[in-house]
Structures are given as C-alpha cells and as structure tokens.
C-alpha cells in the first residue's frame, strides 16, 4: 500500500461522522487484508499528522514519538472492526516485528537508537491492541485459532516479545504446537531462535515438561537441537568452522537442560539425538576441516616468511658489527635496543604462529574439537602472528632510523606514518577474524538465564 493510499483512507475514517457508515466502510475481511497490508509495509517512520486528527497516542509513549502513518491507519481499523476474522493480522505483526536497537530503551543516547525504540514501542502497542480485540471478541475455546500459526512464526522469526505478549493474553498459547508435535520452545531448538529459547529458563511450574517432552516422531528437545540449523540462520556466521562450532553450542546447551535419560533415548528412527548430529552436520564438519586448513595454510607461509626475515635481521645487525669486539656499532644507540627487542619479539611470536598453525593441520578434526580446540589454537596463532607482524615493522622502522635518522630526526614523522600503513591494514583486513572468533569461543554465552523478560515471567508464571 502507498503511503498517500493510507493518508487518504485514515483522513476518509476522520471525515465520517456516523458511526454505522465508519463500521461499514470495511466490512469482512476486507479489514484483515488493509491491516495486514498496513502492518506488512514495515513503514514506521515518524510523520507529523494532520492537525485535524483525532488520533491520539498511548500513554506509555513518550512526548517525542510520532506514529508513522500505518500505524495510525492500523489503529483506526481496529477502533471500528468488531471482529477479526483470521490469524493472519497477528501473523503479519509476528513476520514484521522490529527488534529492540538496544537494552537501554528509551536512556538510549543515539538518535538512531531512540528512534528505533520509538518504533518498537509502536509495534508494541499495536500487538497489545490486536490481543485485547481477539480477546474481546471472540470465546476462550477459539482463541487458538488465532494464536497458534502467530506464535510459531513469532518463534521462527526470533521474535520474543511477541511470543510473551501472546502468552501474557493467552496462557494456553504454550501448548500451541504444529502438525509435527512442535510448540514454541521445540519449535525455537529448530529454529536457532535463542531468544525465544532461553523463555525456558524462566519458566516455572511447567519447565520440567520440556525435559521429556517429544514430538510425534518421538524426538526430544534434545534431538531438535541435534538437527541442522536452517540456512538464514546458519548464513548469519561467517565461516564453516564457526557454523559448526554454534550448533554444537546449542547441542551442548540443550545437553545441559534435558533429562540426562533423554541424552541416550531413541527417536522413532532409532537414533539417539547425538547420532543425529553426527548424520545431519556431516557436509558442514567437512566444510569446517576445509576452511580451518585452507586458513591455516595461508597463514603458515606468513609465518614462516616472518620468521625467515627476523632470523637474517637479527645475524646482519643494522650498522654491521665491531670486527675486532664482535660487537654491533650501534650497541649504545636506543633506536638499536628497540630494533633487538622487536627483532625478537617478532622471531619468537612468528615460531608460535607458526606451530599452532601446524597443529591444525595435524589435528583429526573431530566433532568436538570445533566447540574450543580448533578456535583456541586458530586464535593463539592469529593473534601471535599479528604481534610478530607488529614487531616486525617496528624493528624494520628502527633500521630505517639508524641508517637515515642520525643525522636528521625528522625523518621519524615519514617512518611513523608508513609503519602505521601495514599495521592499520592487517588490523582492518584480519583482526575481525580473530574478534569474531574470541567472541564465539570465550565470549558472552547467547543463552542468558539471567535475563530479565517483560512481562511473561514477571506477571503471568507459566
């Protein structure tokens, strides 16, 4: 839908003063379709309104957020819709929820942030308002007809707050399952939707179900977990060797959580969940030993090159040697000292890159040396390679200095901007890598027990 389309629509809702004549300007279903259409635009940018408007905003928005314009035609259907007819507008709200730019809210400082927490509360407030219409509207024993497709989808998009919000208007929604037996924490092993996953840990009385609990081909949480993610979701992480090292984390994860009976228990095909593992990331721990040896070739030749120049560096002494002493001329020199240290430093990082290069590409690159072995040694020899790059440029800018810079000091300023070149580019080109890594292996866990989830697990104990 245009945005003029949706401007002429909610000022034609304005221009009616007869409140059968508004009801029936878009009767049936005609009334899903727009507020799908509405919603599926994703359009919720700030716009002034018309200064004639009527719309007003709720009270839990702050002074400076302005609705976006189909947000405010979405609002307008849903005052004079009596009814819902399908799943399909809370669906679309599932499909199109904007995720939280940040965990400050509305203390964020950015205004790209603030924004983009103006719209979440927007979306809030229109998931609210769809969950208080179907309540309203329609007897307890239908409301999972317009539950149950939403919450999967809120799931399989990763979109927590709006499975709590569900929840929080219909307790029941936490049985809502597929055709396959899968409810929304099963659903979210499948899925890699960790957000929606980690609701578990603050579930109560019915958290234990999930230890057991199977789906109609007798797989357990654990099982699911055991499958191969989904592409989008695997697409996300760079890399084989990372993708494989994520799944085994949710295996390992779910491992923790289930009852250990079910680590061994059989699914109808007659697999335990760790011979599922094995059998569906087959091809990708193939890709992984692939992209691990490729990258440790590559950075092997790096390696030894370093070392070869360090070594030659350190027996050819810039200024040569004393031939009656054996001692180097510029012994006494400062600039000298900083070479025979980076000289050093450089030889002996380099012969550490190296070997932990080395052993990846002897290792047997098992299943579960991705989870910490591999990435450990990858980023040992990432990381040393860097330092031994680092120092290498420096003692090749103290050379430079002894030769040239005796006698003319300013030629530090040219040497320092051109050591800083190589340095700035392997820091850009390589060092996310090695970040990307840390922050995989050693970094902040993707499952938070200890976080704290709005409403579901504050109000309503499911």
Same mark, same amino acid.
């Given at each position: 839908?245009?945005?003029?389309?949706?401007?002429?629509?909610?000022?034609?809702?304005? /221009?009616?003063?007869?409140?059968?004549?508004?009801?029936?300007?878009?009767?049936?279903?005609?009334?899903?379709?727009?507020?799908?259409?509405?919603?599926?635009?994703? !359009?919720?940018?700030?716009?002034?309104? !018309?200064?004639?408007?009527?719309?007003?905003?709720?009270?839990?928005?702050?002074? =400076?957020?302005?609705?976006?314009?189909?947000?405010?035609?979405?609002?307008?259907?849903?005052?004079?819709?009596?009814?819902?007819?399908?799943?399909?507008?809370?669906?679309?709200?599932?499909?199109?929820?904007?995720?939280?730019?940040?965990?400050?809210?509305?203390?964020?400082?950015?205004?790209?942030?603030?924004?983009?927490?103006?719209?979440?509360?927007?979306?809030?407030?229109?998931?609210?308002?769809?969950?208080?219409?179907?309540?309203? @509207?329609?007897?307890?024993?239908?409301?999972?007809?317009?539950?149950?497709?939403?919450?999967?989808?809120? /799931?399989?998009?990763?979109?927590?707050?709006?499975?709590?919000?569900?929840?929080?208007?219909?307790?029941?929604?936490?049985?809502?399952?597929?055709?396959?037996?899968?409810?929304?924490?099963?659903?979210?092993?499948?899925?890699?939707?960790?957000?929606?996953?980690?609701?578990?840990?603050?579930?109560?009385?019915?958290?234990?179900?999930?230890?057991?609990?199977?789906?109609? =081909?007798?797989?357990?949480?654990?099982?699911?977990?055991?499958?191969?993610?989904?592409?989008?979701?695997?697409?996300?992480?760079?890399?084989?060797?990372?993708?494989?090292?994520?799944?085994?984390?949710?295996?390992?994860?779910?491992?923790?959580?289930?009852?250990?009976?079910?680590?061994?228990?059989?699914?109808?095909?007659?697999? /335990?969940?760790?011979?599922?593992?094995?059998?569906?990331?087959?091809?990708?721990?193939?890709?992984?030993?692939?992209?691990?040896?490729?990258?440790?070739?590559?950075?092997?030749?790096?390696?030894?090159?370093?070392?070869?120049?360090?070594?030659?560096?350190?027996?050819?002494?810039?200024?040569?040697?004393?031939?009656?002493?054996?001692?180097?001329?510029?012994?006494?020199?400062?600039?000298?000292?900083?070479?025979?240290?980076?000289?050093?430093?450089?030889?002996?990082?380099?012969?550490?890159?190296?070997?932990?290069?080395?052993?990846?590409?002897?290792?047997?690159?098992?299943?579960?040396?991705?989870?910490?072995?591999?990435? @450990?040694?990858?980023?040992?020899?990432? =990381?040393?390679?860097?330092?031994?790059? @680092?120092?290498?440029?420096?003692?090749?800018?103290?050379?430079?200095?002894?030769?040239?810079?005796? =006698?003319?000091?300013?030629?530090?300023?040219?040497?320092?901007?051109? /050591?800083?070149?190589?340095?700035?580019?392997?820091?850009?080109?390589?060092?996310?890598?090695?970040?990307?890594?840390?922050?995989?292996?050693?970094?902040?866990?993707?499952?938070?027990?200890?976080?704290?989830?709005?409403?579901?697990?504050?109000?309503?104990?499911?």
């Amino acid at each position: 839908m245009h945005t003029e389309t949706a401007r002429h629509l909610l000022q034609h809702i304005d /221009t009616v003063t007869d409140d059968i004549q508004k009801d029936a300007l878009f009767s049936g279903t005609t009334g899903d379709d727009l507020l799908v259409t509405a919603i599926s635009s994703k !359009d919720f940018r700030k716009c002034e309104l !018309d200064s004639n408007s009527s719309s007003k905003k709720p009270a839990h928005l702050t002074d =400076s957020a302005d609705f976006g314009i189909y947000v405010v035609f979405a609002r307008k259907l849903l005052e004079h819709y009596k009814t819902l007819h399908s799943d399909a507008v809370l669906t679309a709200i599932a499909q199109n929820f904007p995720h939280e730019a940040c965990s400050f809210g509305r203390y964020a400082v950015s205004p790209f942030r603030k924004e983009r927490h103006e719209i979440h509360l927007h979306a809030m407030y229109m998931l609210g308002e769809v969950c208080h219409l179907i309540q309203r @509207t329609n007897h307890s024993s239908s409301y999972h007809h317009y539950y149950t497709n939403p919450i999967l989808e809120a /799931t399989r998009q990763n979109a927590n707050e709006v499975v709590e919000e569900i929840v929080n208007w219909f307790p029941n929604a936490i049985w809502s399952a597929n055709e396959d037996g899968h409810n929304f924490i099963l659903y979210a092993a499948i899925n890699r939707s960790e957000k929606v996953y980690n609701l578990l840990y603050h579930m109560s009385e019915h958290k234990n179900i999930y230890r057991t609990l199977e789906d109609s =081909s007798e797989n357990n949480l654990l099982h699911l977990a055991a499958r191969l993610a989904p592409s989008n979701k695997l697409n996300l992480i760079s890399g084989a060797a990372l993708q494989i090292q994520r799944e085994l984390q949710w295996f390992k994860e779910v491992e923790k959580f289930i009852c250990p009976l079910s680590i061994i228990k059989k699914n109808s095909l007659n697999e /335990t969940p760790q011979t599922v593992f094995t059998r569906e990331h087959k091809e990708l721990v193939i890709e992984g030993e692939k992209w691990m040896k490729s990258t440790a070739e590559s950075y092997t030749i790096t390696a030894a090159l370093i070392i070869t120049i360090v070594f030659a560096a350190a027996i050819t002494v810039p200024g040569g040697s004393d031939q009656n002493k054996g001692i180097p001329i510029f012994t006494n020199n400062t600039a000298f000292t900083v070479f025979a240290i980076s000289d050093a430093i450089s030889f002996f990082a380099a012969v550490t890159s190296l070997l932990m290069f080395l052993s990846i590409l002897t290792a047997r690159f098992a299943e579960q040396d991705f989870l910490f072995k591999l990435p @450990t040694k990858l980023i040992i020899g990432l =990381s040393t390679l860097f330092i031994s790059t @680092t120092a290498m440029i420096a003692a090749f800018a103290a050379t430079l200095y002894l030769v040239f810079g005796q =006698s003319n000091s300013r030629i530090l300023i040219p040497i320092a901007v051109l /050591t800083c070149l190589p340095i700035t580019s392997f820091v850009t080109l390589q060092f996310p890598l090695v970040l990307d890594l840390m922050s995989a292996t050693y970094g902040r866990s993707i499952f938070g027990r200890n976080k704290s989830y709005y409403g579901l697990f504050g109000g309503i104990l499911i």
